[in-house]
Each structure stands twice: as C-alpha cells, then as structure tokens.
C-alpha cells in the first residue's frame, strides 16, 4: 500500500480524525507517514521485487547484491542514503527558501524540454543502434500505455499507476527470475563500511528536483541520478535512491509552504487540514520530518534484519509464485479486469528490456511521455 493510498483514507476520516485528535497529531502523523514509508519501502522492493513508483529504479541494483548474498547491505545502504539526504535537506533549505520563489517561474515553462532531455539522455546512454532501438521502443510502449490510464476512465484515479509499475518492475523481474531458476543464495548480515558523500549529495539534489519541480518525480529524479553511477558503483548508486525518496519528501513540505504548490500525497493532504502553509506549519512538520528519519532508519534495519534471516529458510520459486498470486489478486481486487490487462501488458514491456538487454528503467517512459504531453497542452 502506498502513502497516497493511505492519505485518501484519511482525509476523507478527517472531520472524525480532527475532533478526536487535533489538527497538529493528524499533520504530523501524515508528515512522519511519508518520511517513514521513504525508507521502509526498500525493504519488499529489494527482497521481494514488489516495487512501487518511488523505487523502481533501486529494485534493479539491490536485487544484484540479493543475488551475491548482500541484500541486508542494499537496503542499509538506502538507509545510509535516506539518513544523508535529510541532513542535506537541512543545510540546503536556508539557500532555497529564498532561491525558490524566483527560480520556479521559469523552470516550470521548460518542463517538457528538461524531460525530453531526460529521455535523450538515458537513450544516448544504452550502447550501440540495436540497444537504443530497443530502448526507444521500451519508452514508447510504456509512454503510451501510461498515457491511455492516465487519461482514460478505466482504472480508479488513486490505483493508476499500481498494476503499470507493478508489471514493469515486479512481476517482470520475478518472471524472468523464474525461467532463468535464479534462486538468492544464503544472505549476510556483513556489510561493506563507508560514507558514500557523492550518493548522498546526488540523492539529495535529486530530492530537490522530485520535491519541488512540477512533473519530475522521486523516479524521474532517479534516472538523472542513476546516470551518474555506472554498475560498478552500485552502491552509490543505492545511496543516492535512498536519498532521493527522503529529500522529496521533505522538499516537498517547502514546496507547499513558499509557492503554495503540493508536490507528494502528503503534502496535498496537509495542504487540505491547514489551507495556506504559514512559517509555524512548515516548522512544525519540518521538525516531525527530521525526527521520523531517525526511526524510520532504525525500523528499516530491524525489519531487514528479521526478513534476511527467514528469507534463506524458505523456497524462493515458491516465495516468488506465492508473491504473484498477492501481486495479481490486488490488482484485481483494487482496478479489476483492466488493471489485470494493464499489468500483462507492463510485464510484456519489462520482460521485452529485460530480454533485450536495455535498462528496464526506460519503462519510466509511463510517466514522462504523459508528463510531457500533459504540459505541451496537447
């Protein structure tokens, strides 16, 4: 379950909510909600390949240092990466606070040639014609299917996304898991030690693009960031996805407070409770933010901890058709028989990436081609 999923809930249990516990614990258990899940969403992406739009992009790496017995240390380095981005996100906030308000006007005109570019970019990337090929078919595949939900009545608003992304990154990348009989090996607690500044600095300028610009999301933010860090460099790489989600989560707040414009299901919650943020409101939720991230780093690696260690007792084909059989009866249940068709097609797309050899993040091309679209006015 996602945070908007959550947040719909609650707003619509807001006037019972507020009598019972107040505007300032329903604000601050929205804000520490989202800071929360930015962490411990890693935990099934990683060692379950249930991805969700924040951290598709993180599945792909982490499930490599599954496969080396290292996923303890994938998700501890997202962790590392969510802890980084919210002291970035404190030092950097006094610069932004008075950068922001002139700077957003006419970044927002350009909003579909920063994506285009995005796009040409992570294309350029793939080597050799038959792999930028392939990947420009991924992204248009996937940009259609993502415009036709997105603008069409057939699934429920709030579930739009859910069977796409879960096709592309999850039941994709366990279906492929299957045919090729790849099985985890025995997992490790132990861990490399370091810092990672570069990570954390990418991931927190990437939260800054996600929190506060219009049309570029926590995933889009990834592909810029994911560029920066070959295979190789993996781990910075799952520093920097830590940290991106994090720092989204906190720019947004400041998004809602110095030009009024909600950019996460948290901050559109907060914005319908408090109407027009005042400096008190984005201190207060600020304040939350930075103390959620201690927990949430904390409960992330005790629940990672308690996963790892049961993980190796079970059969994984089994875990993994046992997790299909959850993955399909919740689209059903939530989006019904054309989520189902929505997400047989998602898979068709990742499993094409993955076969042909592209990156399967060109399926991002759901949001981006829309995006585009959307603010062209077409």
């Known amino acids: 379950m996602h945070v908007n999923n959550v947040v719909v809930i609650l707003v619509s249990a807001s006037p019972f909510l507020l009598e019972s516990f107040g505007l ?34 993180a599945t792909l790496p982490g499930h ?3 496969n080396q017995g290292r996923g303890y240390e994938a998700i501890r380095l997202t962790v590392l990466g969510g802890l980084g981005s919210t002291l970035f996100s404190f030092m950097a906030l006094p610069f932004l606070y008075f950068a922001l308000p002139q ?11 920063l994506l285009t570019g995005v796009l040409a970019y992570m294309l350029w990337l793939e080597q050799g014609p038959r792999r930028r090929f392939y990947a420009m078919l991924v992204v248009l595949y996937s940009g259609a299917l993502g415009y036709i939900i997105l603008n069409y009545p057939l699934l429920p608003p709030q579930y739009a996304l859910f069977p796409a992304l879960t096709g592309f990154f999850g039941i994709s990348t366990i279906l492929t898991s299957l045919r090729l ?67 989204a989560a906190i720019f947004a707040l400041l998004a809602l407070y110095l030009i009024g414009n909600p950019r996460s299901g948290a901050s559109v919650a907060a914005a319908m409770l408090i109407g027009e943020a005042e400096l008190a409101d984005f201190t207060f939720m600020l304040a939350v933010a930075m103390l959620a991230s201690s927990f ?23 875990l993994s058709l046992a997790v299909l059989a959850f993955l399909g009866l919740s689209i059903f249940l939530f989006t019904g028989i ?21 990156r399967r993040s060109h399926c991002m091309g759901v949001l981006i081609l829309p995006t585009i679209i959307y603010f062209l006015g077409v």
Not at 103 to 113: A, D, E, G, K, T
Not at 342 to 353: E, F, K, Q
């Open 103 to 113: 700077v957003y006007p006419m970044v927002r005109q350009h909003i579909p040639l």
């Open 296 to 318: 949430a780093a904390l409960a992330t690696l005790l629940i990672a901890r308690a996963a790892i260690k049961r993980i190796g007792r079970i059969n994984y084909t089994r």
């Open 24 to 57: 300032w614990s329903l604000l601050a258990f929205i804000v520490a909600l989202s800071v929360v899940h930015s962490f411990v969403n890693y935990v099934p992406a990683i060692l379950l390949g249930a991805p969700q739009e924040d951290n598709v992009l």
């Open 64 to 66: 490599r240092l599954l």
């Open 338 to 358: 054309y989520g189902m068709l929505v997400a047989i097609t998602s898979a068709a797309i990742g499993i094409l990436a993955a076969f042909s050899g592209v």
């Open 181 to 247: 009989r790849s099985t985890p090996p025995a997992q490790s607690l132990a861990h490399e030690r370091g810092y990672y500044p570069r990570g954390v600095l990418a991931g927190g300028v990437g939260g800054v693009l996600a929190g506060l610009l219009p049309g570029i999301g926590s995933a889009q933010s990834a592909l810029l960031v994911q560029s920066f860090f070959r295979r190789s460099n993996e781990r910075e790489f799952l520093v920097a996805h830590g940290g991106v989600n994090t720092a």
